[in-house]
């Protein structure tokens, strides 16, 4: 269980959270938690460093920001105590601290095979003994001894390299709200919780301004464990909330949409998309053959189709007959024998230079695009489908690349 600030922002609500572990210990399960710090203390320490040092990434820093982590974890441990729980509080400064990092301050990221033989080395035995662990999230040691932080969502990577080393069966974050919902309650009245989704559902939503796990923090996820994101003031821990399921093999992945040829339609003319009429009378089209829409691109000029089929001529001659039909339509082109090749993964907004990092090996290699079009979690690429396994093998070489 992780424990996130603002489930610990009070006395009251610490209480209740302790209270929330000893029920789920009684009940015969195992538990290991993980905790932010209380409330804003990271942010307020964040800013007090940002006053005296001209550094934000450093041994020094890493250090003070980790005692919001670190003084809840000791306050946590206490209120177990309280609860009539046995606990052992881990603290960096132990020799059985098992969560190992490198030294890139302010960012450090997990050794997993060194965290994964020391969790099970130390933690495990905890558990057997039926003792809860609580660990200060966000907080690293590098093997020398110096202590580091993971930046933002540090506290999820703490609790799912736990849960995947142990292995556990669930990691459920603890926070004030019922889970994942339909839609931004702030903007729609009537959202509502989603009670599972799938981490590649989540992903197409999140980039689009939706945030709810870090990016990094998704490395860390395996098929092993399912997350629920739960509130802190259900019933029981381990029912309600969100339930997100399978995991990324890495972070981006790159694949052929489709086993056969794709077909490309352009339709173009004037103020297309400001009739809903002439799209709908064009999908209606499509919908009930034995043809997949594999992609839909549109602006005022043109509307796209991508197809998973050239067996249409049909459909070409009924696409075209409504070119005809309307005066906002002007022609039609089609591409034939491509290959749609479709590049996936959670934070693609937050690398700069994507498109351009997988399209320049194309270029050298004299792989024509003949499209490309981008969704908040996907970026599809359009080449030739004789070309399709090399354009693939160029592709997924570039994005190896990129996360070295």
Known sequence: MKFGGSSLSSPRRISRAAEAVRRTVESGVQAAVVVSAMGRTTDDLLEATHAISSSNKCERVDDILSMGERTSARIFHTALSTQGLASRCFDPQDNDWPITTDD???????LLPICQQR???YILPCLEKRAVPVLPGFVGKTADGRVTTMGRGGSDITAFVLARSLPAEESILVTDSDGLMTADPKLVKNARPIPRIS??????????GTKFLKTKALQYLDDTFTVRITSNTAPSLRSGGTTITGAFSSLFEAKLESTNPS???????KRISQDPKITKEILSKVSGRKVRILGLSANSDSLILYLSSQRGRRLVEELHDLVLAHRET?????CENLSMIRIAGFGLVEKPGLVASVAEPLRENSLNIYGIFTIASSIVLLVDWMQREKALHL??????????
Do not use: H, N, W
């Not at 890139?104 to 997990?110: C, I, K, N, W």
């Open 395 to 404: 592709v997924r070489k570039a994005l190896k690349e990129m996360m070295r």
């Open 104 to 110: 890139s301050f302010g960012d450090a990221t997990p």
């Open 199 to 208: 981490i590649q559902e989540l992903v197409r939503i999140a980039d689009s």
């Open 119 to 121: 969790i099970r080395r």
């Open 263 to 269: 077909t490309m339609i352009t339709i173009t003319g």
């Open 330 to 334: 002007t022609a039609m082109a089609i």
